[in-house]
């Protein structure tokens, strides 16, 4: 029996085998061959290998997520049986008489520079693809298995690390829970955890690739224990037995208002990702959706959604809230969300660089096909739009002009467009200190506590390290909330809280003594929140 400690951000108990899931790029070494015929039929047999395994691939994707987005691993397969490709692999090997993993990984890395330096964006959104196509066919040639597909048991997972795109990209039915070496409890992988609600921990100091050895993943105490006892593995067994119970009294509160006892009444709304998590909204008994995080349908494509992706994603999930308010925040690509596709240079500071807001106001092609597709599906139900990273008027100003402009092109055409309430993200400091003259502009106002706390504290929300530092409740954090309550008040517009700290119940007293309007939470922190507001006295 091993036992690793590490830092929870969620809890709860999970039992099963470990998973070991490694991003480390095929390590491909160059060898002399000499029968390079012989080198060129080995190339040939795992190219078809790995079309079949793309085959398969489509075909359960197609079932998952619809023929549209399964249509990428089509490409991919079509992508291998491109004869420059193939001519390219075939003349390394004979010329240098080379081994087929080097001469793929040199075609793949030549073509994919070529396509990356092409104008037209579609071409160089291929680049990503090639590099795709030649990993998967040396993991082929070297008898590497794909580590992203979790084969059919639930699993836990544990690896180095995990990427938001990666963790999207996974089969959340098969995921028992997530232990990762690095990471943090505010990044982005941390709060997909807690919108899938399954426990998770990081920073756990693990030594070795456990895949196939049983382990329990302690959310309450942050602990991993691998190859547990039998007396261990039955009090844990006892211990998830009572966690489901406390679940199912929790589940007695469906139903129930998000009232104290004195009568005061908050809207207690459903952080989600994509449209897949709506199961979990709608049986955790969510008023409405208070953040969609609108850059995750990016970071799941391999191309730009385009408007009509876009506006059946956002009109499933208006519709499947039957009239409750559906906020859906325009796109967060930038710092630790990273698409291929946008070609975003590398930055010293990424958090403090060019993300979010900054991207659709000096791309707006991009802006506006989201923005077309967001008005159009607000006529199917009730639908606001909200923007992030807003630090001044003149940036609100600004995405006005533009959301009128498409608005008018989109009436011109005949589209219906329903009410749209349109807020702001506060979550730099600029905007907590200017929140009295940003209230004058927009509907409403959603305060991401995880950006406003690491550029409050000067904490990098990223960095493990600076967790002894992090201090969730830090009173510059918590004054700088209460003025932004009061400052929309005063202009007549309400304000809620989006951020990881709205579903901290040690707070919910203080945040609604604030005077604070709604809270957005993890599906999952809905009926514990909901208890924490009805036990306020
Ligand atoms: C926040 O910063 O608090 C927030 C809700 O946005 P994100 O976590 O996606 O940056
Ligand atoms: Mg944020």
Redesign the pocket.
């Known amino acids: 029996m091993r036992e690793f400690a590490g830092k929870s951000v969620c809890k709860g108990i999970a039992i099963g085998k470990i998973k070991y899931f490694t991003t480390k790029e095929n390590t491909v070494v160059k060898r002399k061959v000499q029968d390079t015929d012989a080198e060129i039929e080995r190339y040939e047999a795992a190219k078809q290998k790995a079309i079949e395994e793309l085959e398969n691939l489509y075909e359960k994707a197609v079932v998952k997520v619809g023929e549209d987005n399964a249509a990428i691993f089509n490409v991919h397969a079509m992508m291998l049986e491109d004869d420059d490709f193939n001519d390219s692999v075939a003349n390394i090997i004979t010329t240098q008489q080379t081994n087929a993993e080097y001469a793929v990984a040199s075609t793949g890395d030549n073509f994919s520079e070529i396509f990356a330096n092409m104008d037209d964006d579609y071409f160089k959104a291929r680049s990503a693809d090639v590099k795709d196509i030649a990993e998967r066919v040396i993991r082929v040639l070297q008898g590497v298995t794909d580590s992203r597909e979790l084969g059919d048991e639930p699993v836990i997972l544990v690896a180095e690390d995990l990427s938001p795109s990666e963790t999207v990209q996974m089969d959340k039915d098969k995921l028992l829970s997530f232990v990762t070496r690095l990471g943090s409890a505010n990044s982005h992988t941390a709060i997909l955890a807690r919108t899938m609600a399954i426990p998770a921990l990081v920073g756990v100091e693990f030594d070795g690739d456990y895949t196939g050895h049983m382990c329990i993943v302690d959310g309450y105490e942050g602990r991993m224990i691998i190859d547990p006892k039998e007396e261990v593995l039955e009090k844990y067994r006892v211990k998830k037995e009572a966690d489901d119970t406390n679940k199912a009294l929790l589940a007695e509160l469906k139903g129930k208002e998000n009232i104290t006892a004195s009568g005061k009444k908050i809207n207690l709304y459903a952080n989600i990702g994509n449209p897949g998590d709506l199961g979990a909204v709608l049986n955790n008994d969510a008023g409405g959706i208070g953040l969609f995080r609108s850059e995750f349908l990016y970071l799941e494509s391999k191309d730009y959604p385009t408007e009509e992706e876009q506006f059946a994603a956002y009109k499933k999930v208006v519709e499947a809230m039957g009239g409750k308010k559906v906020i859906i925040r325009t796109l967060?690509i930038g710092a630790d969300k990273q698409v291929d596709y946008f070609h975003l240079d590398k930055e010293e500071n990424p958090a403090l660089g060019y993300r979010a807001i900054r991207i659709c106001l000096t791309r707006p092609e991009i802006f506006k096909t989201q923005l077309r597709a967001l008005f159009r599906a607000s006529a199917y139900g009730n639908l606001s739009i909200m923007y992030?990273?807003i630090i001044s008027v003149d940036e609100v100003l600004k995405i006005k002009e533009i959301s009128k402009a498409v608005r008018e092109e989109l009436k011109a055409e005949g589209f219906p467009i329903g009410e749209v309430e349109e807020g702001i993200?506060i979550?730099t400091p600029a905007a907590a200190i200017m929140s009295d003259e940003l209230a004058k502009h927009v509907d409403f106002f959603s305060i991401?506590t995880?950006?406003l706390t690491q550029y409050t504290l000067a904490i990098d929300r990223q960095n493990a390290k600076l967790e002894p530092f992090y201090d969730a409740h830090h009173p510059a954090l918590l004054k700088l909330i209460e003025m932004v309550v009061e400052n929309s008040h005063k202009a007549g517009i309400w304000t809620g809280i989006c951020g990881e700290l709205g579903a901290d119940t040690e707070l919910t007293e203080t945040f609604v003594k604030m005077g604070i309007d709604e809270l957005s939470v993890a599906p999952g922190a809905i009926l514990p929140v909901r208890k924490a507001i009805r036990d306020i006295r």
């Open positions: 967060d992030p990273m993200m979550e991401g995880n950006d």
